[in-house]
């Protein structure tokens, strides 16, 4: 009738066990005891709890807790274990810990499909210091397993519903057919189920020929949600050999296995004759996720060619405008092929609000080496020749899909609002001693730089706050509400992205950006992302991968210039002198959250000594900085890691006494030393003692 207790023990050193306990109230309830073993039980369809433990030093293992009303287990005691059990389907929590719930240990357990969060932890202290690859679904409430508590952005290491990146597609184009050069690209999608986790970040790897091309291997840091797909191209140029006319080329999803993924995202399997939902096999990278095809030298020729022109129609996709190099556009259009501009001027010119340049992959060529630049007034985008030009502040213009090179400036727009540049690849334009920019933007405000490509834009100047080469540059005259997101910025001469002039209230996230700084006139200021100027105030600067930037001897990885800016989430590594540099006497009040800083000179340095703060950041050498009641960051760079190396028994005596030492060797295989610790010995599954192991 579903009432009353299945089991209930209140006696020390009881063991339940190979037991299909259902149809109670609560099925099996542990209470003010100690050490009581629960093993390989089937703790099904109760109407209230599971397992109810109000008892300390409970093991339970590999047991099956699922399809109750209440919830799956709950927890009151302390020093409890929990190995290797699976808590599904139950109406209410999957684990509940009370709140004088402490010094509980949980390990390789499965938690998923249950009504309410998987595992909530009431106990502000936390509940297991011994935490690690469970699996469960996000989020868990005030609980991480130790794989995932630097960051905190998820409960468990593997997640019930895992990912699931696959290439969809992928493609060569000749860079230099007669030299036999070749750019690759691919499509990347994460085919996992709608409430799977997205990936934050992974890496594919190219392979030509059975090799696998290192220096090719692709970061990707763009959060790729279920079901998105993005277009890459690898920053790596292919040379088919002399004497060959073809190329195998694989390329691979997820090459090193970062992310814990598999193809069958929710699809979880029924044990026959056992009667529980368990995870055997499911939970692990996906060895398919690779495209192949072979490159023929012989291809045919190019059809697009390099005359056409952006094209408006009206509704019934009748023609109304033709628009070719130097012509002001009034009407939507679609390029229909390559646009080569030979001569002077800018490519196209905006003159009407609300219009949409769609590039169709098409690409904007101006005279690159032949066009004569000159330097770019910082105020002015116009002053030299762009491959676009929005300079009559008009607004909610997009431009999209368009490859621009060959030009002074690749994209000008000054005073306009709402104006999006999405899909673009901007790269090789300007001159290594001018002023050009990649993108140049003046008093925009609400305009959006998104999922571009931008790289190898040159420029320079003596002038280290409005000078040229940067893949970003925006004089924001006091302007704001700007989003720089999901770009790929690198190889540009001098920054990847700069701002001077009071930006505000912006927030530049999720970008990749690389080896910038090493062109045109070397100053003192120069790096990944800039903020140059004081009153640069309320920005957030999230989840950027900033690394190989060249950030002089004043710049960083991350320069701050103003106040009450948050910069969280960043990975900011091998960028010279300094990682985040909040380099003035303005640069004040900022915060700094779980930011990984490594591989500098100062990985984080405040002009104002303890005028800046922040929690959770992961660095080694600070200067004026500490994170909240530390000295320095929260965490190393370089962390310890202990393992049992080797163990053994020996016999004391005579064996028929059974009993026996147990000799072990605890290594230090890590980075940096540790302080005194404890080793657990765990025997048939009881807790035996803790034991301390001196520093190593």
Request: net charge negative; proline share 3%.
């Amino acid at each position: 009738d579903r009432s009353g207790t299945g089991i209930l023990s209140s006696q020390k050193n009881v063991t339940i066990r190979n037991l299909q306990v259902t149809n109670f109230s609560t099925g099996i309830l542990i209470e003010n005891t100690i050490e009581n073993t629960i093993k390989r039980c089937n703790v099904r369809k109760n109407n209230m709890t599971g397992i109810n433990l109000t008892a300390d030093g409970t093991t339970v293992n590999e047991s099956r807790i699922y399809d109750n009303t209440g919830t799956g287990i709950v927890v009151g005691g302390d020093h409890n274990i929990f190995l290797n059990n699976t808590a599904v389907l139950n109406m209410g929590y999957g684990i509940y810990f009370g709140p004088n719930a402490t010094n509980n240990t949980i390990i390789d357990n499965a938690i998923g499909d249950n009504g309410d969060i998987d595992i909530n932890n009431t106990n502000d202290n936390g509940t297991s210091p011994i935490s690690d690859n469970n699996t469960c679904d996000d989020p868990t409430q005030n609980y991480w397993d130790l794989g995932m508590i630097k960051d905190k952005r998820y409960g468990c290491v593997y997640p019930w519903t895992p990912p699931d990146l696959t290439i969809t597609w992928k493609g060569e184009e000749w860079i230099n057919k007669s030299e036999k050069t070749y750019n690759i690209s691919y499509k990347i999608a994460n085919i996992g189920e709608p409430d799977s986790r997205p990936v934050d970040s992974s890496t594919t790897w190219l392979y030509i020929n059975l090799h696998h091309f290192r220096c090719a291997d692709d970061l990707i840091v763009d959060l790729l949600k279920p079901g998105e797909v993005m277009k890459r191209t690898f920053d790596y140029e292919a040379m088919m050999a002399e004497d060959d006319d073809e190329d195998e080329i694989k390329v691979c999803a997820d090459g090193p296995d970062e992310i814990v993924e598999c193809n069958l995202a929710d699809v979880y399997y029924h044990k026959i004759g056992f009667g529980n939902y368990t995870v055997p096999d499911l939970i692990k990278s996906d060895n398919e996720n690779c495209e192949y095809n072979t490159y023929y030298y012989e291809e045919e020729p190019d059809l697009k060619g390099e005359g056409g022109a952006c094209i408006a129609r009206d509704g019934n996709g009748n023609v109304i405008a033709v628009y070719t190099c130097g012509d002001y556009v009034e009407h939507s259009c679609t390029f229909d092929a390559n646009m080569k501009c030979e001569g002077a001027g800018h490519g196209l010119i905006i003159e009407k609000d609300g219009i949409t340049i769609d590039g169709n992959d098409s690409a904007l060529i101006g005279p690159g080496e032949n066009l004569t630049c000159g330097d770019n007034q910082e105020t002015a985008p116009g002053s030299a020749y762009c491959g676009i030009l929005n300079s009559g502040q008009y607004n909610n213009v997009r431009i999209t899909n368009l490859e621009i090179t060959g030009f002074c400036n690749g994209i000008g727009l000054g005073g306009c609002s709402g104006n999006i540049i999405e899909k673009c690849d901007i790269h090789h334009n300007g001159d290594v001693d001018k002023k050009n920019q990649g993108i140049h933007l003046v008093g925009v405000d609400r305009c959006t730089i998104r999922d571009n490509y931008i790289h190898h834009n040159r420029g320079g100047g003596d002038h280290d706050c409005g000078g040229g080469g940067n893949g970003i540059f925006l004089y924001a005259d006091k302007k704001g509400n700007n989003l720089i997101a999901k770009n790929h910025i690198y190889n540009n001469d001098k920054s990847g992205f700069w701002t001077k002039m009071q930006m505000h209230d912006s927030e530049i996230t999720y970008n990749v950006v690389h080896d910038n700084g090493y062109g045109g006139v070397i100053s003192d200021y120069r790096g990944g992302i800039i903020l140059m100027c004081m009153m640069s105030n309320h920005n957030l600067i999230k989840g950027n991968t900033v690394y190989d930037n060249n950030a002089g001897t004043s710049g960083g990885g991350i320069a701050i210039g103003g106040e009450r800016n948050t910069i969280e989430g960043n990975n900011v590594t091998n960028n010279g002198g300094y990682g985040i540099h909040m380099h003035n006497q303005e640069a004040t009040d900022n915060k700094l959250y779980g930011n990984t800083v490594c591989e500098h000179v100062t990985d984080i340095c405040s002009s104002v000594v303890d005028g800046n703060s922040g929690e959770e950041n992961t660095c080694d050498m600070t200067e004026g900085y500490h994170d909240v009641g530390r000295t320095g960051c929260t965490y190393p760079c370089a962390n310890p890691d202990l393992i049992v190396a080797d163990k053994f028994e020996t016999w004391i005596g005579d064996p028929d006494n059974r009993t026996y030492e147990i000799t072990y060797t605890v290594e230090n295989i890590g980075c940096i030393a540790t302080p005194e610790t404890e080793v657990r010995i765990i025997i048939d599954d009881k807790l035996k003692g803790y034991y301390p192991v001196p520093a190593l």
